[in-house]
């Protein structure tokens, strides 16, 4: 499905994983079958015929040089780096599971989620351990942590974090993994915003760090729950949130 000025326009897909936008404005939608392009001149498909790894995609991301990464959680996860329709596979780490999140810190180095999660609808079945991994001068250094990342994010101090669905979210440091125990269990999405200020979907809502900790963030009137499944920055500075039962929308100014 995508939306312009005259409304939503559905797009026939597969069950769609993993969404990301490049520079020139393409959208990329990782599929439980591959990978679409999608522009103003239609779609196009990428699978392991081009170079891709076989399996489901996991996570889609784009590099600030707008090379296209994208990670699968398949039986045989890998990861691979795309340039103009032309894709390379990158090694994984040694040892590595599935791949649920891909991010980029301020320097471009990229960061990798992996670990081994089932679903059962919106409840998690397995969670095995996890780690999060950065590919640093051609050499990965891991961290391993409790649960799989399902996202990664980078705060304005320059600290990296993870957020896992059953052991909540951790602040990556040289000396390993750190868990923030404030925060709940249930860890779904993490933004940066354009200020350096990081956000956290979790199930008991919408969390903003500040200097001093987490904030929670009300979502009157949108979910009886409070429970948030993803979190977004727009151009112009507002904070959308995805919940149970509707989207919310937070302005600069707010």
């Known amino acids: ?54 399996g489901a995609v996991g996570a889609v991301a784009v590099a600030p040089d707008n090379a296209v990464w994208v990670g699968t959680a398949g039986v045989h996860p890998g990861l691979a780096r795309g340039v103009g329709g032309v894709w390379e596979s990158v090694r994984l780490p040694a040892g590595s599971g599935r791949v649920h999140a891909i991010a980029f810190d301020s320097i471009g180095r990229p960061w990798v989620g992996t670990g081994f999660l089932e679903l059962d609808g919106d409840a998690v079945r397995v969670d095995t351990l996890g780690a999060a ?49 404030s925060l709940p269990q249930d860890a779904r999405a993490l933004l940066a915003d354009a200020g350096g200020r990081l956000w956290l979907a979790t199930s008991e809502g ?46 600069p100014s707010g």
Do not use: Y
């Open 206 to 251: 919408i969390l903003r760090r500040l200097d001093d900790g987490w904030s929670d963030t009300l979502i009157p009137g949108v979910s009886a729950t409070r429970g948030a499944w993803s979190v977004f920055e727009d151009n112009a500075g507002a904070v959308w949130a995805g919940v149970g039962d509707g989207i919310a929308r937070r302005d």
């Open 1 to 54: 499905v995508a939306m312009d000025d005259d409304g939503w326009h559905a797009c026939a897909a597969p069950t769609v994983t993993a969404l990301a936008a490049d520079l020139s404005d393409a959208v990329w939608v990782g599929t439980d079958a591959g990978l679409d392009r999608v522009d103003d001149a239609g779609r196009q498909t990428f699978g392991a015929g081009h170079g891709l790894p076989e």
């Open 133 to 181: 991994a950065v590919l640093d001068k051609g050499a990965w250094q891991t961290f391993d942590l409790p649960g799989t990342p399902v996202s990664i994010a980078e705060d304005g101090e320059g600290g990296m974090w993870a957020a896992t669905r059953t052991h909540g979210a951790f602040r990556i440091a040289d000396g390993g993994a750190l868990p923030d125990v």
